[in-house]
Nanobody
Framework: VQLQASGGGLVQAGGSLRLSCAAS????????MGWFRQAPGKEREFVGG????????YYTDSVKGRFTISRDVAKNTVYLQMNSLKPEDTAVYYC???????????????WGQGTQVTVSS
């Protein structure tokens, strides 16, 4: 599966952005899907994801209540809606696909190219 992330940009604190992850080659329903982010000088961290075929969506504590993952099966696209953005959300955001539910990078086999999100204070 190939993944293409888009939708990043510059936004003021408190604003919103929606990231998209378009999958091609195979339907994302065949995979565990996740969003990660990497801030400058920091390790890539898990943001949220869901299991194969949909099911429960889970998030890291720092984004719970602010970020929402959704999916459009017809478009083979996964979204990350980010509300109430904070400067500490600034990072390159990546979507990823794998076969095992998890929160670590090594559990995902396929990665999009990343999209920059910058939140100004």
């Amino acid at each position: 599966v190939q993944l293409q992330a888009s939708g990043g940009g510059l936004v003021q604190a408190g604003g919103s952005l929606r990231l998209s992850c378009a999958a091609s080659g195979r339907t994302f329903s065949s995979y565990v899907m996740g969003w990660f982010r990497q801030a400058p000088g920091k390790e890539r961290e898990f943001v949220g994801g869901f299991g194969r075929g949909g099911g429960s969506t889970y998030y890291t504590d720092s984004v719970k209540g602010r970020f929402t993952i959704s999916r459009d099966v017809a478009k083979n696209t996964v979204y990350l809606q980010m509300n109430s953005l904070k400067p500490e959300d600034t990072a390159v955001y990546y979507c990823a696909a794998g076969t095992v539910i998890g929160t670590t990078q090594t559990q995902y086999d396929y990665w999009g190219q990343g999209t920059q999100v910058t939140v100004s204070s």
